[in-house]
């Protein structure tokens, strides 16, 4: 079992930036590779930046390239998402989730998730 808490979340204004954080609990913590996923009110989860379990690898949905970037400290049990040039379309619940195996940009493929952390951007 992974427990998973994010924070981080906050009102920005638009062209700012903010750090989430999703701690995770347990010893194996680097057998689970991580994502960031989103939810805008109204709308599906989707898919944000993943991380692999030695976080050589990442990937990120075309909307957010060049402005986040997702990384992980294996030794703190955390993993993190660095958001700059935010847009009020970024504004969402964000979530972090992690799975083994499975295909990193589909929802029902993570094992465990958090309960989510709010972003706002204002224009």
């Known amino acids: 079992q992974v427990q998973l808490v994010e924070s981080g979340g906050g009102l920005v204004q638009a062209g700012g930036s903010l750090r989430l954080s999703c701690a995770a609990n347990?010893?194996?913590?680097?057998?689970?590779?991580m994502g960031w996923f989103r939810q805008a009110p109204g709308k599906e989860r989707v898919f944000v930046a993943h991380?692999?379990?030695?976080?050589?690898?990442?990937d990120y949905t075309a909307s957010v390239k060049g402005r986040f970037t997702i990384s992980r400290d294996n030794a703190k049990n955390t993993v993190y998402l660095q958001m700059n040039s935010l847009k009020p379309e970024d504004t969402a619940v964000y979530y972090c989730?992690?799975?083994?195996?499975?295909?990193?940009?589909?929802?029902?493929?993570?094992?465990?998730w958090g309960q989510g952390t709010q972003v706002t951007v204002s224009s």
């Open positions: 347990g010893r194996t913590f680097s057998t689970y590779a």
């Open positions: 991380i692999t379990g030695s976080g050589t690898d990442t």
């Open positions: 989730a992690a799975r083994r195996g499975g295909r990193y940009y589909v929802t029902s493929d993570y094992n465990y």
